[in-house]
């Protein structure tokens, strides 16, 4: 990758001199040109190292071969061979001349080395430089066409948003010439399309807060869930139509003969639905043992259709899996268990194993496999959160995928009041959770998602902690105010359902208090939000999304009976209550009228409420004098405040203002994505590193590479 791709400027054929430059440096020296252990540490190399010398690697390289390959490597794309052409007569140049030296124009050689062994390895020299000139004519020649591996990177000003609960994965249109992807730009998260003849996306008009597209057959329109619809709109122009509700989308597919097959919901079957638009009718069934189908795939002859079906309640693999079946409900086979979902393209099952991407040859009509599964790259995204891979084909021969976390990470950063990034915590982690303690001196950070660990930073000494120990998943730390327990959910890793509220000395010391089971609720959201400031309750969210009163805040007495009683139970769900430092409020977020929104009512519930912001509002924090209130707008980085006054019976606030937009948050819906500090002046933020901007890798002729292996 050429230093104008790492920096998503405009690239060109010289680029691509570039990039053979590494290869060629690598072959003769046998060491990479640019080395890092991410993908992030080698760009920075790209644009700010040289590649070491040749010559002291390699001393019997002939020194006109090492000034071909550095000016290759050049930074400037002016300094750079200008056309393939140009190199290949220089490298033919090298080999005809060096061959023909007189003996006495052999250079005078180090001591030690034979005659032998100078002459072999001037060979070897003529070897690379004779197949590298044979690629070049056989490329622009019309020979076989070859495996060409690119990246794609976030251009200037947009941040790539590809996963999470709101995310738009790259798609690759059936003709092979477009890809639409989500991406965030001043605030706002929109669909956006890049033709692969042009370096520059543009914005696809009325998309906003789109999620999860895919394309029409004839590769004309693009279809995407938002505003609890799924709608569809042309590439080339035009308003969004609405085709029917999906309240939650997870996926859709759309087939040759106008049928589109979807997933309205993230705790229902799949859905088909005219393309024009309709009423939508089930296609699949749920059974017992799986609480979602999602991310359905047609296949060639459009009766049949791939998806994934998994278990909110059973996070292992075994209860995730990929199906074949058909539209009529005649078929509906298991075909292996995996993590996230299946595509078909070009005759093969494309999927993730162990985060290697995998192509099986696969007949879609009679759903069999027609032989053995082969690796195409490692370290591909899989996004947990949603049991979606960040990758996509067509049928022309075009494979795009996206690296995974392991190559970036997730830091915990401090930012201030207006957005600008203070330091953050050495180490990269699957950060899940993140709380500070009362006094802003450690934080209970949870680590994994779903089988997390609770571990206590000391954010003076720079310095972690184990808390907690043992097979089960933790998560939902919170602090008492006087820092001196900590309270956080424990269960069976393989049951979301059977998790405990449990408390223990913050310190570490001692062992687990079980304070109240949820698992006879059978509910998929189970969050810990806050504690009261007088150490009498703990207040948590309990319930499923969409099904029945859905999530609700409830109340646990640490006194008496201990028994829990709800503080707000419907309509719509609520999440995320927060105490007032007086302890006499709670703020919260609800969607009880369409869309997310922060509201603030008494402790103990009275009925009486004031809704706070307008425009979308998620995961609130008190400051701690109880005069401020700073949240989330949902689907973006935006940060929002508003003044408070919580003296006397009655609530009063002042204007919402923005305090900065954030590029780089967790795409995360969970709670406790961030933590304010006691005076409101910083927050420590669960930051995605460089994962909205790691490049796209484009493979063109992908199958090309199944014949190699």
Known sequence: MAPEQVEGKEADARSDIFSLGAVLYEMVSGKRAFEGKTLVSVAASILEKEPDPIRTLQPLIPAALERAIRKCLAKDPDERWQSAGDLASELKWIAEGSGSLPPVARPALPRGIRVSEWLAWMFLAMAVIAVVVLSLVLGFSGGNKPVVRTQIAAPEKLQFNFVGDNGG????????????????????????????????????????????????????????????KLKRTDIAGGAALTICDAPVGRGGSWSTNGTIIFSPRFTEALFQVPATGGTPTPVTTLSDKFTTHRWPWFLPDGQHFLYLAANHAEASITNTAVFWASLDGKENKFLFASPSNAIYASGHLLYVRDGTLMAQPFDGSSGKFNGEAVALSGDVQVDGTVWRGTFDASDTGTLIYQPGTTAAGMRLTWFDHTGKELASIPGQESYYQVELSPDD????????????????????????????????TYSSAIWSRDG???AFMAGDPASVYNRDIVVKAADGSGNERKLVNLGATQSIQQFLDDWSPDGRYLIYDLGTIGQKTGVDIWVLPLYGDGKPFPYIAGPGDQAFGQFSPDGKWVAYNSNETGREEIYVAPFPWTGAKWQVSNAGGLRPRWRRDGKEIIFQVPGTGRMMSVETNTHGSSFEFGEVRTLF?????????ASAQWALSSDGQRMLNIATGATGALPLTMIQNWTAELKRK
């Open 169 to 228: 994965p790259p798609v690759i249109s059936p003709d092979g010439k477009n890809i639409v992807f989500a991406a965030r730009s001043d605030g706002k998260n929109q669909l956006f399309v890049r033709p692969l003849d042009k370096l520059a996306p543009e914005l696809i008009a009325g998309t906003e807060k789109a999620s999860f597209p895919f394309w029409s057959p004839d590769s004309r329109s693009i279809a995407f869930f938002a505003d609890g």
């Open 441 to 472: 001196k450690k934080a209970a950070v949870t680590i994994g998602d779903p089988a997390g660990v609770i571990w206590i930073y000391d954010l003076v000494h720079n310095s972690r902690s184990r808390f907690t120990f043992g097979n089960g």
């Open 484 to 486: 001196k327990q900590i």
């Open 661 to 669: 937009e954030g590029y780089n948050f967790s795409p995360s819906n």
